[in-house]
């Protein structure tokens, strides 16, 4: 076994048994920015996104625009009263808090998007950062590097001419949860990719990550220190014009940015925790698995006695940008005395069901490697207790009777929400040391990453019905494990999942009218 599984089950007892460094305490003062910052390199901005939805041929600059937008970019000010712990640093400026499409463990947003540019695009073939605070792209390359990236990816010549590629700064989320940032990152990667799916599913374009690459060489290329910053994912694009004809094999270059990121921390931490799981789930192109091996790690058919069935999902008022817009976290503000329907239920289940991450270790309509529960507290029709969804049937089976609610509310360690005013709280699993055995320790990230794009389509199907919605990771995985009857297997319950209706008339501020 690899150091990912000491990961895993560090991870899952970390409610009991605290992760090293235990006395460690962030500094907020010294906080990194919440952006890469190359304060040489020319800054490009974005044209206004394009008008849509409608079915397009493939990406243009201005499809591309609005999906950085609508994912990363900055689209509104958090000023809302709630009950979460910054509350009282967001009216100054330094310490605004910016809403965004994609969620993000902390709020951190650790993840940077480059933008490697090939001929036939309409910028200037080479490599970009995506400026999210400024909208833009800071060129950071000038050539045609899109060879280094397929070779890094290992494959011959594909119609591909533009790639984005992820790249995860630790520090900037590791100076908050130190040795438990990788578990977090992995998700923000797949929060992240999930919002492209679903934005560019609207437009008929599809999102295709790839995990299994050589990420040493992707980080020679972007100038970047591999234990300073993984390279999580790279993304081929359906770009309009490139199924024109053949596109021209563009020969590797060994280029690499020259270009270096400011950090604004006067003091930068390593944890050890961190670069040995960085180290064990390193990128090689040699260790792609085929795309049968994960069917070993399926989630397991859904457990439980007497089932309730479900109507069907309730209809989505918004589409997915609007629905990304108005997506926030609710932090306290669930309003138990209104009821969510069974068919708003219902909807945000069948969502999460159906989500997978995609990459290219699973296999096209093969089984799902995330199983769902429900702690059922206040939804019209259906009685409390603890269920396990059932997606080829649509239904819930009864796996705990009885009110959750002071269960969910003990086993929750952070005062910003009540459990039990939220109608419903879900809960995503994965056979977590399955997949590890399946496809090795870069596996880690896969399953952080599935888990994470269930979060994000949550958060957006929630914002799409009107609902509000939290997701959080400071609760007792081991007493989920018990409370629904997964002690002594596979199945780690990785996240918590909050549905309901929020209090009326909420007090807020209108930063864009003041």
Known sequence: MGYAHDYASAIMYRGRVPMEPADFVPDWADRPRKAKFYPQAQTLPLPDPADGPRPAPGFTLPLLSGMLQDSYGLTGRRLAVQANTDLAALPHYAQANWSRGTASGGGLYPVGVYWAAGAGGPLTPGLYHYAPHQHGLRRLLTGDVTGDVRAALGAGPDDATQ?????????????????????????????????????????????????????????????????EEGIFAVLPLEWEGDDAGPVAEVPPTGAAVRHRDRERSRTVH??????????ATLGRTADRPAPQALDAAAAHPPRGGRATALPAPAAAPLEPAAALRARRSSFGRFDATRPV???????????????????????????????????VNHVEGIDPGGYAYDPAAHSLRLVVPGAPGPFLQGSYFLSNYNLEQAAAVLVPTVRTTAVLDAVGDRGYRLVGAAVGAVAQTFYTTAAAHGLGAGVALGFDNVSYAERLGLAGTDEAPLLIMLLGHERPRPADFRHEIA
């Open 163 to 227: 790639y984005l590629v992820l790249g995860v700064k630790y520090w900037q989320n590791a100076f908050k949860y130190n040795s438990f940032s990788f578990h977090a990152v992995c998700m923000d990667v797949g929060a992240l990719v999930q919002t492209w799916r679903l934005w560019a599913r609207a437009y008929g374009l599809r999102i295709a990550p790839a995990l299994w690459f050589d990420e040493e060489r992707l980080a020679r290329l972007l100038g970047v220190v591999p234990e």
């Open 270 to 279: 390593s944890f050890e925790t961190l670069l040995r799981v960085h180290g």
């Open 341 to 375: 329907t069974a068919a708003q239920l219902a909807a945000a289940l069948a969502d999460c069901a159906a989500t997978r991450f995609g990459s290219e270790a699973e296999r096209p309509g093969g089984p799902p490697l995330t199983a769902l529960y429900a702690f």
